[in-house]
């Protein structure tokens, strides 16, 4: 069985700073695409940041200059380090990858359970 499994969240002030990481366990044969979602109350889920497996990303334009996502393949680890953060930023952030394991071949959506990111002080 795969899973992602999120860490690194929790409360920080304003124009702090935290590190999350997602660790993808199991029969993986292959991640494609890894990428970094969130969703605050009342609002839908959407896109931070993405990697592809080759090293290429994209943001989205209100974390530009401040997040930066990247991965460690051999790990078959992602991780999102947060700088100079807002309250906004604050919401439930979930791990996504595409991936194909050894009994499953064709590439499928995997999602993490979510970390609380809460910036308040």
């Known amino acids: 069985q795969v899973q992602l499994v999120e860490s690194g969240g929790g409360l920080v002030q304003p124009g702090g700073s935290l590190r999350l990481s997602c660790a993808a366990s199991?029969?993986?044969?292959?991640?494609?695409?890894m990428a970094w979602y969130r969703q605050a109350p009342g609002k839908e889920r959407e896109l931070v940041a993405a990697?592809?497996?080759?090293?290429?990303?994209n943001y989205a334009d209100s974390v530009k200059g401040r997040f930066t996502i990247s991965r460690d393949n051999a790990k078959n680890t992602v991780y999102l380090q947060m700088n100079s953060l807002k309250p906004e930023d604050t919401a439930v952030y979930y791990c996504?990858?595409?991936?194909?394991?050894?009994?499953?071949?064709?590439?499928?959506?995997?999602w993490g359970q979510g970390t609380q990111v809460t910036v308040s002080s």
């Open positions: 996504n990858a595409h991936m194909s394991t050894w009994s499953i071949t064709v590439l499928v959506n995997y």
């Open positions: 199991g029969s993986i044969r292959r991640i494609n695409d």
């Open positions: 990697i592809v497996s080759g090293g290429s990303t």
